[in-house]
């Protein structure tokens, strides 16, 4: 079964420290998300990604097509970006439109 | 912005009965996705569709059925809610990109 694992679970952070949320995949993709989802439920999307690199003010998402692997950094982490993130994936497969699989998310808690 | 809307945030039901969560999105898009979301499982498929009327089965569909009669609006209907279907409920839209409600967190009792 293709699988979106992610690394770490759980982090936890000092106001101002780099952080870096690591997602790894089994097969080639079309395409991967990282997501945001805050305390009472909503998600956002942060990156959509198929190669290279983006950036977003604090946030940096870098993708290793070879390697099959990414990671979301935050710079200068505030505690505004405590919340889970989600990495998620489009398999290259045939089959229906749109699908993603979805990791289990990182719960980062950054502290003042 | 895109805005994709659904009925209720929370919502307690007893067993057995039917219930039916709606969602709404205002940016024309074809496809749209029913999630749930449980602690150490993350986000799960339930059912998409990619037109009105159309419909497909995600991984876990036991339990549920959908309806799409309007292009705008996708629901989810739990025939007969049990206590294992208590969860967080997310719908989304988008083909390349999905823009996701804020969920609706059920409990059934």
């Known amino acids: 079964k293709n699988e979106v694992e992610q690394s770490p679970q759980n982090l936890t952070a000092q106001e101002g420290e780099f952080i870096t949320i690591n997602c790894s995949y089994s097969?080639?993709?079309?395409?991967l998300h990282w997501l945001q989802q805050h305390p009472g439920g909503g998600i956002v999307s942060l990156f959509m990604l198929s190669s290279g690199k983006k950036k977003h003010g604090r946030l940096i998402a870098t993708i290793n097509i070879q390697e099959k692997h990414s990671s979301l950094h935050i710079t200068a982490s505030h505690p505004r970006d405590s919340a889970v993130y989600i990495c998620a994936v489009r398999y290259n497969y045939g089959g229906s439109q749109g699908n993603l699989i979805f990791g289990k998310g990182t719960k980062l808690s950054v502290k003042p | 912005d895109v805005k994709v809307t659904q009925s209720s945030r929370y919502l307690v039901k007893r067993t057995g009965e039917k219930v039916f969560l709606e969602c709404v999105q205002d940016m024309d898009h074809e496809n749209m996705f029913w999630y749930r979301q449980d602690p150490g499982l993350g986000l799960r498929l339930i059912y998409f569709s990619y037109d009105v009327k159309m419909k497909e089965k995600g991984d876990i569909p036991e339990g549920y059925s959908v309806s799409r009669e309007k292009k705008e609006r996708f629901s989810l209907i739990l025939e007969s809610a049990s206590t294992n279907q208590t969860s967080m409920y997310l719908c989304?839209?988008?083909?390349?990109?999905?823009?996701f409600g804020p969920g609706t967190r059920l409990t059934v009792t």
């Open positions: 989304a839209s988008g083909s390349s990109e999905q823009y």
């Open positions: 097969v080639g993709i079309s395409a």
